[in-house]
């Protein structure tokens, strides 16, 4: 089956859409414009998506949102919305167009999901200007499936263990102090590149920023992703030690700036070679990996959320604690605790 053609043309300063079923159709449609005459059927008025939606990010949304997520929502534009409803105005867009463009999205859900996030933002605001009636995603019928987001498995006790006997295997002093930094303690990468000699207190430091490189470009300093990300973290006394003094305002990485992504990328492969580890050093596997095993340890989802900056625990159950014990029989323990003996009920 053809595609239908569906093309924008201005006639007389007006801009119309012109839709046909074969090129031969269209030039008949078009010569009629031309001359005069109309054809309702297959004349469309109204608001080109690709012109409003691409209005819609530069007004309300670049430049009322963080650099990241601004960068999110203008490829979830690029990739997916403005391809799917090339030359189509909002008001003709139907349910069943919508659930077309999320079949053929490839890969995980939560990608569908966030290119769901724009589009109801960019039909949410053409309701407000009067411009559609109803918002299509709004419909019972939309349906949203694909394969779940790939979890991050935290390294294994054994491989914390070759790391931490490694570390000093490391020959650039301050690779080894990132290793030791980002793989023994719960921080984001951002949140370590950011920290600065005066966050340093002894044995603890303090969150306080954050360096972020959104276009895996230039790095950038903000603030922290929440308040509750702001947090003292208390650090392992072989690694502080390994800080040296320096100007309050510099940063303990990187000096009077802080790292670039392509240097990160490049230390990483440099202490991965110089340790002799078997797999990439991901600084959200250490994350993960060292949230899961302060619950392991202490059993206290609190102070794991603590550790970890969340604003619920809820995120840090989710996210990050996978646990390390497989499921035993939970009624031993059980019977144990409430001193209920075999044969005796």
Partial sequence: MSKRIRRRVVVNGQQVWVTASTEQEYAEHVALLLTGGSNQASVKKGHDFKVYAEKWFEVFSKPNVEKVTAITYERQLNNHLIPSFSGMTLEEITTADVQAMFNGIVGAKETKLKAKMVLNMIFTQALEDNIIQRNPLASKNIRISGRGAVETEPYTVDQMKYIAS??????????????????????????????????????????????????????????????????????????????????????????ESPMTYQRVKRMLTRIKKDIGFDENLSPRRF???????????????????????????????????????????????????????????
């Fill in 287 to 345: 994350r993960t990996t060292v949230l899961t095993d302060i619950y392991e340890v202490t059993k206290d989802i609190k102070q794991a959320q603590a550790a970890a900056g969340h604003t619920t625990a809820a995120m840090t159950l989710k996210h990050y604690v996978k646990g390390r014990t497989q499921l035993k029989n939970t009624a031993e323990p059980i019977s144990a605790l409430y001193g209920i003996e075999n044969n005796t009920m």
């Fill in 166 to 255: 490694h570390l000093m295997d490391v020959r650039n002093p301050m690779d080894c102090l990132f290793l030791g930094l980002q793989a023994f303690h719960p921080f984001r990468l951002e949140e370590v590149l950011g920290l600065m000699f005066k966050d340093y207190f002894g044995t603890e430091i303090y969150v306080q920023r954050a360096v972020t490189h959104p276009d895996r470009n230039a790095p950038q300093i903000k603030e922290t992703k929440t308040e509750s990300s702001k947090r003292k973290i208390a650090l392992i006394p072989a690694v502080a030690s390994m800080i040296p003094k320096g100007n309050p305002n510099e940063f303990i990485l990187g000096g």
